[in-house]
């Protein structure tokens, strides 16, 4: 699908979809707990649908049920693993969480199980697990080093090491995992840990689901044994990842409201408020926050602990005055599109002045956008950001492939109408 923006100010109000990364680790603490859960205010999108599946597949029961939250769905989850004969055959379509958290489930249930998946994901690094495999003397087989994945063996309690400068989630895959084995762990990274605060969104989660990390310090952690996951009633909070486009859509258009937020979330995306108003941004409220028409001025962005806000925040870097630096971005390259690449290149073709660098992006403020058309390189995170800038645009803007939203955001364009958003769709 192609969406044609007509460029148009947004206004109004908009609850945040919820937290997808989150709503994986609450479905999968279901699934490895004994008993039934129930998780609620849960927003679809194709990469919660693919947790639901493979849980299923490795013997978890998830079944729909009524939500307590107008629009959202919940899952009943049955919990408990089983051990299936033969090989089962899964697919994490293009979710990294959904490969990265369950392949450690997988080998915990005693299953030999058979990892696909689609576009980029095939592709995307699984080093770290492979090292650890060859290590403790669990079977795999690769494809080239990507998908399909094959693996069987058998988790053990002890030392697990890998390095910490790929993605955290190897590291909240095991912290899923080795709090149910027979003895104490520990996990440490060898390198510097990059995301720590997704690490720590799973040692929050997982304490509501009661079992407990021992936290030394970013990169270090203690795991007792012999723990179990609490079944019970959860609620997803909202997600500020995505959040962040309609706060910065209010910066650069009029006031936008964004409801259904945690103040002081575990969720590390929750700096796009500090971030925008170190920016010269008005954001005012707590966990109903408003974004107000502000003059933006540029600085350095470290985005070493939230990557997924690249995209966005390089619109904003364009509208603002003078230069912005986005450093310590060179993990975005391996997302679902190298998005240094692609917002540089985007944005460039409609008027933006950005310049690559290895580890991240050189922005120059400008006046506005010339509109025209571009491409949303099948990544979500680049056609939402694409759609804010759209508000600076002197002429429409046509975003190819505007369907890649529903990897995380089904709803987007929906919402984007609901904000006085205008837009007419081309079915490719």
Not at 153 to 164: H, K, N, P, V, W
């Amino acid at each position: 699908m192609n969406v044609t923006i007509k460029p148009q100010a947004l206004q109004g109000t908009v609850e945040a979809p919820s937290s997808k990364s989150i709503g994986h680790r609450d479905l999968i603490c279901a699934a490895l707990a004994d008993g039934e859960s129930l998780v609620d205010n849960i927003s679809l999108s194709q990469d919660i649908e693919a947790t639901c599946h493979i849980l299923n597949a490795l013997g978890a029961k998830i079944t729909p049920a009524p939500s307590a939250h107008p629009g959202r769905s919940a899952y009943l989850v049955q919990g408990g693993l089983q051990k299936r004969p033969g090989t089962l055959a899964v697919d994490a379509n293009e979710s990294g969480s959904t490969l990265r958290f369950l392949v450690p489930v997988a080998v915990l249930s005693g299953n030999r199980c058979t990892f696909s998946g689609r576009g980029r994901l095939a592709k995307r690094p699984l080093t770290p697990y492979y090292n650890l495999f060859d290590e403790k003397s669990i079977a795999y087989e690769t494809t080239e080093g990507g998908l399909p994945l094959t693996v069987e063996g058998r988790l053990e309690a002890g030392t697990y090491a890998l390095q910490g400068d790929v993605s955290s989630q190897f590291f909240s895959g095991l912290l899923m995992t080795l709090p149910l084995l027979d003895g104490d762990s520990r996990l440490r990274s060898t390198t510097p840990l990059e995301s720590a605060s997704y690490v720590d969104m799973t040692i929050d989660c997982l304490r509501q689901h009661g079992v407990v990390i021992d936290k030394e310090w970013d990169g270090s952690y203690r795991i007792a044994g012999n723990q179990s996951y609490r079944p019970g009633t959860y609620t997803v909070e909202g997600d500020y990842s995505q959040a962040a486009f309609w706060l910065s859509a209010g910066t650069l258009g009029r006031a936008v409201c964004c409801t259904g937020l945690r103040q002081h979330s575990s969720q590390g995306d929750e700096v796009i408020v500090s971030l925008i108003r170190d920016m010269g941004g008005q954001i005012e409220g707590k966990t109903e926050l408003t974004a107000c028409p502000s003059d933006l001025v540029g600085r350095v962005i470290d985005v070493q602990d939230c990557p997924d806000l690249v995209p966005v925040l390089t619109v904003l870097a364009s509208c603002a005055k003078g230069i912005t630096r986005i450093v310590h971005a060179g993990r975005v390259r391996l997302k679902e599109c190298d998005r240094l690449h692609a917002m540089a290149t985007e944005l460039n073709k409609i008027g933006g002045d950005v310049e690559e660098e290895a580890e991240g992006l050189i922005i120059h403020g400008v006046d506005g956008f010339t509109g025209g058309t571009v491409s949303g390189w099948n990544d979500h995170r680049i056609a939402m950001a694409l759609a804010v800038a759209s508000q600076r645009c002197r002429q429409p803007l046509r975003i190819e492939g505007a369907e890649c939203v529903r990897k995380s955001y089904p709803d987007f364009w929906k919402d984007f109408e609901t904000l006085g958003g205008m837009i007419e769709k081309e079915e490719g």
